[in-house]
């Protein structure tokens, strides 16, 4: 029951920034958005979260549109080391689950 | 690191054993929730465990139940296990109370196989 509609991959340079986007067009006033990444066979890992404030901090940026249905990660310089699922999440802030869908599989290349 | 860590780190069952899985929450969370995660899919919600009561339960049947304790840490039990049950469980804590902060932090998994 995921909300939120990925890119199923994508690559990107060394070095350079990494724009992830995400659609939540059906997202409601109160639902915050998540972004998760998981590198192979790890746990997630949290990234950032916003309601409709961009928001960033020393991992990445979130920046929400005005109309809140859709949102962008942004890496800004993309390491080998950042080569993940990335999730984007749609949660209800007293919300008990993260409701995963399928993600977009980031590939940073040298 | 996010502090939560879970063991044991592989675990392989037969068909129709049970499972006891164990995660120790992040210093200062009261919240636990447990995932399941099949191979090349995300995470699937199966329960969320505050002040020692189930608080949410996800499309799971009943053979899988967890309990939480005084300190926070968690199990989750699987009983009669099947071949689909193999995944990645993952276990994230979480501090409750701040209504949109409730972030969920996740340990490493215990991956299970089920032959």
């Known amino acids: 029951d995921a909300k939120t509609t990925q890119p199923t991959s994508m690559d990107c340079a060394e070095g350079r920034a990494a724009n992830l986007p995400c659609n939540h067009s059906?997202?409601?006033?109160?639902?915050?958005v998540y972004w998760y990444r998981q590198i192979h066979s790890q746990g997630p890992q949290y990234i950032i979260h916003g309601l409709k404030n961009n928001e960033t901090n020393e991992m990445a940026s979130l920046i929400i549109t005005e109309d809140r249905k859709s949102s962008t990660l942004i890496l800004p310089h993309a390491t080998l080391r950042d080569t993940a699922v990335y999730y984007c999440?749609?949660?209800?802030?007293?919300?008990?689950?993260?409701?995963f869908g399928a993600g977009t599989t980031v590939t940073v290349r040298a | 690191e996010t502090g939560v860590t879970q063991s044991p780190t592989h675990l392989i069952k037969t068909r129709g054993q049970q499972v006891t899985l164990r995660c120790s929450s992040q210093s200062g969370h009261n919240t636990v929730s447990w995932y399941q995660q099949a191979l090349g899919q995300g995470p699937q919600f199966i329960f969320q465990?505050?002040?020692?009561?189930?608080?949410g339960r996800g499309n799971f049947p009943p053979r899988f139940s967890g309990l939480q304790f005084p300190n926070y840490s968690s199990e989750l039990n699987v009983n009669a296990l099947e071949l689909d049950d193999s995944a990645l469980y993952l276990c994230a804590s979480s501090l409750a109370g701040l209504a949109g902060q409730e972030t969920q932090y996740f340990g490493p998994g215990t991956r299970l196989l089920v032959l």
């Open positions: 465990y505050y002040r020692e009561e189930e608080n």
């Open positions: 059906t997202i409601s006033g109160n639902e915050y």
């Open positions: 999440i749609v949660r209800v802030g007293v919300d008990y689950k993260l409701s």
